[in-house]
């Protein structure tokens, strides 16, 4: 079945520094999704990417698509303590079910 | 307009017992789906339910099981419960128009098992 995973697991960083998250699918996707889960609470959806190579912003944070539709990013420029949380992309395994990445967890110290 | 709304927050059982969680997912949304997340891990899918069927399950046994509702509501029972069993049960609803599949989630129960 479709794997989708992430890396890393988990990061910490100071406060101002940047953050990474990379998503890959072992299939291609016809779209892909981030949600992010504060600490305590529920996933949130943030974004949708459809078309190869697409990338969209959000404030600080950056999301892109690869080319072959298998693998995303999302980069987050001089992260605050509000970015704190985890982040998990998904991908859709049917007409709307979705897997769900590992997450990465990320921690910034102020 | 509501999100998805889970009930109760929290619920503590003992082990061997029976637990239902509900679901009421968003106005027009017909999908609902179940994921488990254990402390500290990722989501674990249980169960997506659509137009009062169930379409697809995760790799959990059968004494996890569920139902959906003429009104697209949906409860999650689990049965004989297992110390492992503990953990945040979320729900999450989807529209059913179009190819978007995005999920909305509820604030989940959290199950506890003694």
């Known amino acids: 079945g479709q794997q989708v995973m992430q890396i890393p697991q988990y990061q910490h960083v100071q406060e101002g520094e940047d953050f990474t998250t990379y998503c890959n699918s072992s299939?291609?996707?016809?779209?892909i999704q981030w949600y992010k889960q504060r600490p305590g609470g529920h996933p949130v959806f943030l974004i949708q990417?459809?078309?190869?190579?697409e990338v969209k912003k959000q404030k600080r944070l950056t999301f892109q698509f690869g080319e072959a539709k298998k693998n995303s990013s999302l980069h987050i420029t001089a992260t605050q303590t509000t970015d704190v949380g985890t982040y998990f992309c998904?991908?859709?395994?049917?007409?709307?079910?979705?897997?769900f990445g590992s997450g990465t967890r990320l921690q910034v110290q102020p | 307009e509501a999100g998805v709304t889970q009930s109760p927050t929290h619920l503590i059982k003992t082990r061997g017992q029976q637990a239902t969680l509900r679901c009421s997912p968003i106005?027009?949304?017909?999908?609902v789906y179940w994921y488990q997340q254990a402390l500290g891990l990722g989501l674990q899918f249980l169960l997506w339910?659509?137009?009062?069927?169930?379409?697809n399950r995760g790799n959990f046994p059968p004494r996890f099981s569920g139902r959906q509702f003429p009104n697209y509501s949906s409860e999650l029972n689990v049965n004989a419960l297992e110390l492992e069993d503990s953990a945040l049960y979320l729900c999450?609803?989807?529209?059913?128009?179009?190819?978007?599949?995005?999920?909305?989630f509820g604030a989940g129960t959290r199950l506890s098992v003694l």
């Open positions: 999450a609803s989807s529209f059913s128009g179009g190819n978007k599949n995005i999920q909305y």
């Open positions: 299939t291609t996707l016809s779209n």
């Open positions: 990417l459809v078309k190869s190579g």
């Open positions: 998904a991908g859709p395994t049917g007409r709307r079910a979705l897997t």
């Open positions: 106005s027009g949304h017909t999908s």
């Open positions: 339910y659509d137009e009062g069927e169930e379409r």
